[in-house]
C-alpha cells in the first residue's frame, strides 16, 4: 500500500468517528512492514478520557498487537498533525516516522486550537496557567535510588 492509501486509511478511521458520532474528526494508524498494526479514533468524550486522541489510542493498539512498548521501524500516519501529548507519546514510542494531513491550523479553525499548550510548554514552570510545584518530603528520592540498584529493571 502506498503512503497515499495509508493516509487515506487514517482519514476514513477519522471521518467515521464523525459520522458514528464516536468523536472528534481525529484517526490514525500505525504501519510496520507494509500492513497496518494499529488503528486508533478520538474516543475523548465517549470514553471520558482527554488523552484518548487517535495517535495515543493507535499507539496502544500497535504494542498491544506487537506485545512491546515501542514501536520501531512503524510508521505513523494521522489525520491530523499531532497535538503537543501526541508528539509527546510519538517521541516515547520512537515510530521511525509520523505522516499527517490536515494541518494544526486547519484543526484551530474548528475549534481544535493547541496553540495555548505549545506556549504554555515556553513559560518558565512557574508561569504556567496550571500550577506546578515540587513538594519534597523525605522519600522523594526513593523511587529513582531504588530503580538505580534495581537489578532486573526493564529499561526503556
Ligand atoms: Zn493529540
Same mark, same amino acid.
Given at each position: 500500500?502506498?503512503?497515499?492509501?495509508?493516509?487515506? $486509511?487514517? *482519514?476514513?478511521?477519522?471521518? +467515521?468517528? !464523525?459520522? =458514528?458520532?464516536?468523536?472528534?474528526?481525529?484517526? %490514525?494508524? #500505525?504501519?510496520?512492514?507494509? $500492513?497496518? *498494526?494499529?488503528?486508533?479514533? +478520538?474516543? !475523548?468524550? =465517549?470514553?471520558?478520557?482527554?488523552?484518548?486522541? %487517535?495517535? #495515543?489510542?493507535?499507539?496502544?493498539?500497535?504494542?498491544?498487537?506487537?506485545?512491546?512498548?515501542?514501536?520501531?521501524?512503524?510508521?505513523?500516519?494521522?489525520?491530523?498533525?499531532?497535538?503537543?501529548?501526541?508528539?509527546?507519546?510519538?517521541?516515547?514510542?520512537?515510530?521511525?516516522?509520523?505522516?499527517?494531513?490536515?494541518?494544526?491550523?486547519?484543526?484551530?479553525?474548528?475549534?481544535?486550537?493547541?496553540?495555548?499548550?505549545?506556549?504554555?510548554?515556553?513559560?518558565?514552570?512557574?508561569?504556567?496557567?496550571?500550577?506546578?510545584?515540587?513538594?519534597?518530603?523525605?522519600?522523594?528520592?526513593?523511587?529513582?535510588?531504588?530503580?538505580?540498584?534495581?537489578?532486573?529493571?526493564?529499561?526503556?
Amino acid at each position: 500500500m502506498s503512503d497515499f492509501l495509508f493516509m487515506e $486509511k487514517a *482519514i476514513e478511521l477519522a471521518l +467515521n468517528n !464523525v459520522i =458514528t458520532r464516536h468523536g472528534g474528526p481525529f484517526g %490514525a494508524i #500505525v504501519v510496520k512492514d507494509g $500492513k497496518i *498494526i494499529g488503528r486508533g479514533r +478520538n474516543e !475523548v468524550t =465517549t470514553s471520558n478520557d482527554p488523552t484518548a486522541h %487517535a495517535e #495515543v489510542q493507535a499507539i496502544r493498539d500497535a504494542c498491544k498487537h506487537l506485545n512491546t512498548f515501542q514501536l520501531d521501524d512503524c510508521e505513523i500516519y494521522t489525520s491530523c498533525e499531532p497535538c503537543p501529548m501526541c508528539i509527546g507519546a510519538i517521541y516515547w514510542a520512537r515510530p521511525k516516522a509520523v505522516y499527517y494531513a490536515a494541518t494544526k491550523q486547519d484543526a484551530a479553525k474548528i475549534g481544535f486550537d493547541d496553540q495555548f499548550i505549545y506556549e504554555q510548554l515556553e513559560l518558565p514552570v512557574e508561569l504556567r496557567k496550571i500550577p506546578m510545584k515540587q513538594i519534597s518530603p523525605s522519600t522523594g528520592a526513593l523511587p529513582f535510588k531504588t530503580w538505580e540498584n534495581s537489578q532486573d529493571k526493564v529499561e526503556y
